[in-house]
């Protein structure tokens, strides 16, 4: 089944403790990202990656690290917590067109990770 | 200002009528929309694309207007399982913005 998998579902930890949520697809997608979403703010871009070993910030990348290794795997490092990034954290990927276009097909989305941080 | 602005709501509407709802983009350049369902604290799902034509799915239907830089959906005959609420998203380059989200009730 083709499917974003994103854990954990949710997470509850405290200030300053280094965590990582994982976020993998069996799609062969080129594009993966991360958003937070706030109430009232929307889904707010932390990072994207348009392949392996090329990653860029999104519009809140502060606080966040990601890396690409392989095609399948995109986790988002959080190296020191704090309360402001208690959040609902969704993980996406989909087919990136590429060439003059660059466009976005479909996103698929995780199941979303809900982050607590005290 | 937001580069993807949407009314967030909430739209209350009796089932079987008929709601619509904009979202307005700020950049010019963008190429391609789409219309996401979501439900409450859930991942969101791809309702539609938006065409430069307007396209149709079923009850939804959707129009783009570059000129004044606004995408549309209109959903009729209204259903109880409508109740979501609806995200904008536009893609300039390969950047994703999303709006706010639009929130539809449905009732009975």
């Known amino acids: 089944e083709a499917q974003v998998t994103q854990n954990p579902r949710y997470l509850i930890t405290v200030t300053g403790k280094k965590l990582t949520v994982t976020c993998s697809q069996n799609m062969n997608h080129e594009y993966m990202s991360w958003y937070r979403q706030d109430p009232g703010l929307g889904l707010r871009q932390i990072y994207y990656s348009m392949n392996v070993e090329v990653t860029d910030k999104g519009d809140v990348p502060e606080g966040y690290k990601v890396s690409r290794k392989e095609k399948r795997n995109f986790p988002l490092i959080l190296e020191s917590p704090s309360p402001n990034q208690t959040s609902l954290y969704f993980c996406?990927?989909?087919?990136f067109g590429g060439g003059v276009e660059m466009t976005n097909e479909k996103l698929f989305f995780g199941s979303g990770t809900q982050l607590s941080v005290l | 200002r937001k580069e993807v602005e949407q009314d967030p709501g909430p739209f209350n509407v009796p089932e079987g009528a008929t709601v619509a709802f904009n979202c307005t983009y700020s950049?010019?350049?963008?190429?391609?929309f789409f219309w996401y369902r979501q439900d409450c604290r859930k991942e969101p799902k791809l309702l539609m694309s938006?065409?430069?034509s307007g396209n149709e799915d079923g009850r939804f239907t959707a129009q783009l207007n570059r000129a004044s830089q606004y995408i549309s959906l209109l959903i009729r005959d209204s259903k109880l399982s409508d109740s979501a609420t609806y995200l904008c998203?536009?893609?300039?380059?390969?950047?994703?913005?999303f709006g706010a989200g639009t929130q539809v009730v449905v009732t009975p």
């Open positions: 938006v065409y430069s």
């Open positions: 950049n010019s350049a963008s190429q391609s």
């Open positions: 998203v536009v893609d300039s380059w390969g950047k994703l913005q």
């Open positions: 996406a990927s989909s087919f």
